[in-house]
C-alpha cells in the first residue's frame, strides 16, 4: 500500500544519512524503523555499522593513505595556528 506523510525536514535527512550509512534505501529505514515500534516479531535488525566501516577508497587515495601521506607529522604546524596566521593576514 502506498501513502503520502509529511516528514520534518530535520527528521527526513537524519533518516537519509542513516540509510545511507547501512546501505539501505529509506523505505527500508522506515519500514524497520514502524516494526520496531508496533512491536513485530518480524522485524530482524542488522547490527548497525558504521559508514567509515563500509567506505572503499578510491585505488589512488588507498595507495597515498597506505604510503602515510594523511598522517600528521611531528614538523607540521597545529590547525589552530594556521587559522589564526590566516585570520591575521586578513
Known sequence: ???TIDIPESLYKRAKIRA??????LKQIVLASLERELGSPSAVEE?????WANRHLLPEFARLE???AFTPHATDRDVTELISDDRDGR
Open 47 to 51: 547490527p548497525p555499522t558504521s559508514y
Open 20 to 25: 545511507v550509512e547501512r546501505r539501505q534505501t
Open 1 to 3: 500500500m502506498k501513502t
Open 66 to 68: 597506505a604510503q602515510g
